[in-house]
């Protein structure tokens, strides 16, 4: 059964995100692009990972993609829908994409031997104390980092948006 | 029962059943907080309100709910059709999946989740999608703009309503909804009484999320006609009122559960019995009071006009004598069943006056402005916030690194957090003056 919802969750994680690019209208490629973070956060709850199904659903979902349809909504979308949306170089990506699937292949052959995949951890399946240690007390540095990255940018959109008011 | 169904399901049989009885019920619950919201506006401006179908209107739900379900389902020209039809249908199961993790009394919950809480806020914030989309697809611009003013309302009042109730987590310690209530019972205090600047904050935050008055810009029928559900009609429309009264109910729950005790009765010292019983005073409340209802109603059934409608009225008596009939044969059940059926009773009546403050703050208070909504958000509410969430912090090292008095440190910090509220809505009124003074001036060029 897990497995099936693994299946299940990627299947619906991949098609969405393909039907995301796909899509002439702007505001069904977000509703699939939504779909998709939710597939996301479904393969985080299988894994028995409550909180990153929790956030992924609030912080992303729940918040940015709020953000992104609300600038969508402003954009004119009958400009949009009649724009040529793909261009015409074909040939050029279909090369593309074959060496990286050739290189993706060699590097997996090389490297066959060293290729065992992470069971995951033997957790308890209430971790989300587990969760809040490992990031406030063992990885502090990094998450303060990563806050402080974060601020900067924040400020720095501030300033640059207020610039041209 | 139990050996009739296999075992491998049986530990799903129980939620599902409640699941459903949830889905289920709900529509008539939401039509009778709507019943209770038209008649408290009467009485607020001095009127009857309805009195037509059933006595003093108490099967106007069931007759409003016909006639939507009767009416003709109109689907607007240049409307994108797909998402028309599945944005109410979002709002709907977003709204109602919430009840989940919702625990109505100890006995009642459908699933106790280690993340409980944050679940109800994850699902309930995808609710804003039906609004959204829904606005998007009319292709009316009434119903764009109210579905831009909900998107940017609720991502604002969100930070601060999350703010609000992390003072609380922080002093239960857990997320799941089960534990938050069995800390308030180890500590003796209703979190309401610990942070009660969290509280305050998560109540106006929470008015702003579900869109009611004063702050239902999105549906301001002076403005927008009716903001994002203009163009929608008959089952639709039902379906978007649904969820919104689905989602006051949910909020109301989180407030309950988090900061008014949850299932817990209140004064749990308070010990003193009924003459001549050994039975607690509070414990019989319940009773005493369907009891009263009762009697209430069946003083009021001769009085009606008709004869079917003496009848109602004597029948619904009759369904409160059996209510106060369970709740006083509970108190001689074993303690579990005592303590489910009273929980669900305590539970649900915190749920109720919370949405009673609702429904009061809406006759109240008149409608904000656009500019003075965001401004009350952002330079109002999310700074006192902040600030409460770091005071609730320090208060609580302070309880567990120098043994301070819990009621010491909730009391100075209640004080503090006043000091801080007052300083910024002081700061808040003189830049608003300036912006004012700025805008005469400019405008007498």
């Known amino acids: ?165 | 029962m139990s050996h009739l169904i296999p075992p491998s399901i049986l530990p799903y049989v129980l939620p599902v059943l409640f699941g459903v009885v949830i889905v289920g019920v709900f529509p008539l619950v939401a039509g009778y907080i709507v019943l209770a919201e038209r008649k408290l506006m009467a009485d607020m401006q001095a009127r009857l309100g309805p009195m037509r179908v059933g006595p003093h209107g108490l099967l106007q739900p069931i007759a409003d709910a016909f006639k939507l379900m009767l009416k003709e389902d109109v689907i607007p020209a240049g409307a994108d059709k797909f998402i028309f039809w599945i944005a109410p249908v979002l709002s709907v199961t977003m709204a109602l999946l919430a009840y989940a993790a919702i625990p109505i009394g100890p006995a009642f919950q459908i699933a106790d989740l280690n993340v409980g809480l944050l679940f109800i806020l994850a699902v309930s914030s995808l609710g804003i999608y039906g609004i959204v989309l829904g606005g998007w697809a009319s292709n009316s611009h009434y119903s764009l703009l109210g579905a831009l003013r909900s998107a940017a309302q609720l991502v604002s009042y969100e930070t601060a309503a999350g703010l609000g109730l992390v003072s609380g987590l922080l002093l239960a310690g857990s997320l799941s909804m089960k534990d938050i209530v069995q800390a308030q019972a180890d500590q003796g205090i209703w979190f309401v009484f610990a942070v009660p600047i969290g509280f305050f904050i998560y109540l106006v935050g929470s008015i702003a999320e579900t869109n009611r008055a004063p702050f239902d810009l999105p549906e301001a029928e002076s403005e927008l006609v009716a903001g994002y559900m203009t163009e929608y009609s008959g089952f639709r429309w039902a379906l978007y009122f649904l969820a919104e009264y689905a989602n006051m109910v949910i909020v109301a729950a989180i407030a309950t559960t988090l900061f008014l005790g949850g299932w817990l009765r209140p004064f749990p010292r308070f010990h003193d019995h009924l003459p001549g019983t050994s039975i607690e005073l509070l414990d019989a409340f319940p009773a005493l009071l369907f009891l009263a209802i009762a009697l209430y109603c069946l003083r009021l059934a001769p009085h009606q006009p008709v004869k079917v409608q003496k009848l109602f009225m004597a029948g619904v008596a009759g369904a409160c004598a059996l209510l106060a009939a369970v709740m006083a044969a509970s108190l001689f059940a074993p303690a579990g069943v005592m303590a489910g059926i009273h929980g669900a009773f305590w539970f649900i009546a915190k749920v109720a006056i919370y949405i009673y403050i609702f429904l009061w703050v809406r006759f109240t208070f008149p409608r904000y402005r656009f500019d003075q909504l965001m401004r009350l958000g952002w330079h109002f509410l999310i700074p006192l916030a902040l600030v409460n969430v770091i005071v609730v912090g320090v208060g609580i090292v302070l309880q567990q690194q120098w043994a301070v008095s819990p009621r010491l440190t909730e009391i100075l910090g209640t004080i503090f957090m006043l000091g801080v509220a007052v300083f910024l809505a002081r700061e808040e009124q003189q830049h608003v003056h300036a912006v004012e003074v700025a805008a005469e001036s400019g405008e007498g060029e």
Request: aromatic share 12%.
């Open chain 1, 1 to 165: 059964l897990n497995l099936a919802l693994f299946y299940f969750f990627a299947a619906l994680a991949v098609v969405s995100a393909i039907l995301m690019v796909t899509r002439r209208n702007i505001v069904h490629s977000a509703v699939f692009l939504i779909t998709a973070l939710l597939a996301t956060a479904g393969i985080f709850l299988q894994l028995q990972a409550e909180f990153p199904f929790v956030v992924q659903i609030i912080l992303y979902v729940g918040g940015i993609m709020v953000l992104f349809v609300f600038v969508i909504m402003l954009v004119n979308l009958d400009v949009t829908m009649r724009l040529i949306q793909f261009n015409r170089q074909r040939y050029v990506s279909v090369l593309l994409a074959l060496v990286l699937a050739i290189q993706f292949a060699i590097a997996f052959w090389v490297g066959r031997a060293g290729l065992n995949l992470r069971k995951p951890l033997d957790m308890p399946p209430h971790n989300t104390e587990a969760f809040g240690e490992a990031l406030f007390a063992r990885y502090i540095l990094p998450f303060e980092i990563a806050s402080i990255l974060l601020l900067v940018a924040m400020i720095g959109a501030v300033v640059m948006a207020k610039r041209r008011v």
